[in-house]
T-cell receptor
Framework: DAGVIQSPRHEVTEMGQEVTLRCKPISGHNSLFWYRQTMMRGLELLIYFNNNVPIDDSGMPEDRFSAKMPNASFSTLKIQPSEPRDSAVYFC???????????FGPGTRLLVL | AQRVTQPEKLLSVFKGAPVELKCNYSYSGSPELFWYVQYSRQRLQLLLRHISRESIKGFTADLNKGETSFHLKKPFAQEEDSAMYYCAKDNYGQNFVFGPGTRLSVLP
C-alpha cells in the first residue's frame, strides 16, 4: 500500500486565489482527518470524516475553508479565497474507525503570497 | 475541552545526554496517549503509544495518571533524533488532540 497520498506536495499561489488540496486515504480506512501545521500553532485538527460523513468541523478556521469527501477514496480541502495567513503544511490522515492509530500523508506545503 | 500541553517549543541537548520531552494532558478517565515524530522533510509518523509499553529507537514513555503526564525519554540522545515531536491524546476514540510540538535538536 502506498499509504496516504496527498497532492500537490507544494502549492504557491497569490492571495485571493482558490486552493484545492487532495487526499487519498489508505484503502479500507473509513476515517479521514485534515490537519494544519504552523510554527506558531503546531498541529491543529481542522475536520474529520467517518464513513465519508463530516463529524466535527469545529477546527475549520472560517467559512473560507471547506472540505468534502465524495467517496471513501478521496477527499478535498478547499480554501477560497486564500490569504497569506493560510500558509502552512496541510496533512491528511486516515485510520480504521474506532482504531486510534492514524496514518499521515506527506503533507502539502502551501504558500500564499 | 481536551488539551495536550508540551511546555517546551525547543529543546537542545548534546549527543549522548539524556533527553526528556514533557507532555501533560487534561484528565479524561482512561486516556490513550501517543507520541508522533516528524523528521526533516519526512511525513509525520507514530513513534510509540502507551498501551503497547514498548521502546522504539531507544525512546520510552510512561503514563502517569496522577500527574496526567506522558513524558518521552531517552537515556542517550543521538543526532538522528533531531526532529519535531508531538504528543497526542485519543479523544474518546473519535479524534486526536495534539500538543503544539517540541523541536528536539541534538548537538554534536
Amino acid at each position: 500500500d502506498a499509504g496516504v497520498i496527498q497532492s500537490p506536495r507544494h502549492e504557491v499561489t497569490e492571495m485571493g486565489q482558490e486552493v484545492t488540496l487532495r487526499c487519498k486515504p489508505i484503502s479500507g480506512h473509513n476515517s479521514l482527518f485534515w490537519y494544519r501545521q504552523t510554527m506558531m500553532r503546531g498541529l491543529e485538527l481542522l475536520i474529520y470524516f467517518n464513513n465519508n460523513v463530516p463529524i466535527d468541523d469545529s477546527g475549520m478556521p472560517e467559512d473560507r475553508f471547506s472540505a468534502k469527501m465524495p467517496n471513501a477514496s478521496f477527499s478535498t480541502l478547499k480554501i477560497q479565497p486564500s490569504e497569506p495567513r493560510d500558509s502552512a503544511v496541510y496533512f491528511c490522515a486516515s485510520s480504521l474507525l474506532g482504531k486510534e492509530t492514524q496514518y499521515f500523508g506527506p503533507g502539502t506545503r502551501l504558500l500564499v503570497l | 475541552a481536551q488539551r495536550v500541553t508540551q511546555p517546551e517549543k525547543l529543546l537542545s541537548v548534546f549527543k549522548g545526554a539524556p533527553v526528556e520531552l514533557k507532555c501533560n494532558y487534561s484528565y479524561s478517565g482512561s486516556p490513550e496517549l501517543f507520541w508522533y515524530v516528524q523528521y526533516s522533510r519526512q511525513r509525520l509518523q507514530l513513534l510509540l503509544r502507551h498501551i503497547s509499553r514498548e521502546s522504539i529507537k531507544g525512546f520510552t514513555a510512561d503514563l502517569n495518571k496522577g500527574e496526567t503526564s506522558f513524558h518521552l525519554k531517552k537515556p542517550f540522545a543521538q543526532e538522528e533524533d533531531s526532529a519535531m515531536y508531538y504528543c497526542a491524546k485519543d479523544n474518546y476514540g473519535q479524534n486526536f488532540v495534539f500538543g503544539p510540538g517540541t523541536r528536539l535538536s541534538v548537538l554534536p
